[in-house]
């Protein structure tokens, strides 16, 4: 079945116009016909079945007919992660995406080697993901910022999973098992790593928790993958 994300409210038999690109999928693409059956999500009114009523080559409009999923709260987990090279950082959001994250902030820090991102590329690849993954919202990807900046601005009551791969720092396992309650965010450093007075200075920071993923220097893809991966296991929604 496939499933769209899309913005409007979705009412039973109020029929609502798909944007061209989704109009050009259901029709070209995928070859759909009127009356054919679909689900719709918006991110706040769960999920609906829903069929198309017109089928203009870009313009398709949908008509929601009964819910089917109520809406449900995702996991409340930050993913900062320093801009990578684009492809990775792609593969990043993706991840966040399928791995329940619900907000992606990419951070500028003293290696990274960028400072730009194409946000509306990523954000339709955390649409995209999110529908793939039948989850019921769409993580928001923001604004670069510097890393000094988001941690001045810090949330009170969210704890930082620091993966810092200096080695001295506690198995993430170890961190979360004593994990405090509340909500979390995971912070992955760029390909150059973190420096030393960035170490520093999050080391002194009373809401993070510096923790090491083994052994081994993982990319920071792997390693965003693998701390959502753990988080979700431990703390998340992958226990009923
Ligand atoms: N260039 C650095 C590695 C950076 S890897 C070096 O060679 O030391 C990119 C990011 O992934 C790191 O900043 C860290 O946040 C995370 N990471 C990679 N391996 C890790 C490990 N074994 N433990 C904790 N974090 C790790």
Known sequence: ?????????????????????????LAAVMRLAVGD?????????????????????????VTPEAKTRPQAPGSDLDLIVALVKRGRL???????????????????????NADRVRLERLQAIAVEAAEQTGRLDVPK????????KLLAGWETGRHLLFCDEAGDAAP???????????AWAILVGP???????ERDRLRTLSFAIPVSLGPRILRA????????TLWQAALGDWRP
């Open 141 to 148: 990807v923001f604004e670069p910022l510097k890393l000094e």
């Open 221 to 228: 893809d792997t390693a965003a993958i693998s701390a959502m």
């Open 90 to 112: 792609e593969t990043i959001v993706e991840k966040a995406a399928e791995l329940g994250a619900a907000r992606v902030r990419p951070v500028i820090t003293q290696h990274t």
């Open 1 to 25: 079945m496939i499933r769209l994300f899309v913005p409007q409210e979705l009412n039973p038999g109020a029929a609502l116009p798909l944007d061209p690109g989704q109009s050009r999928y």
């Open 191 to 197: 390909e150059g790593g973190f420096s030393p007075a």
């Open 172 to 182: 993430l396992i170890d961190a979360l098992r004593e994990a405090p309650g509340g």
């Open 37 to 61: 059956e679909l689900a719709l999500f918006n991110g706040r009114d769960g999920e609906w079945r829903a069929r198309i009523t017109t089928l203009g080559k870009r313009n398709v409009t």
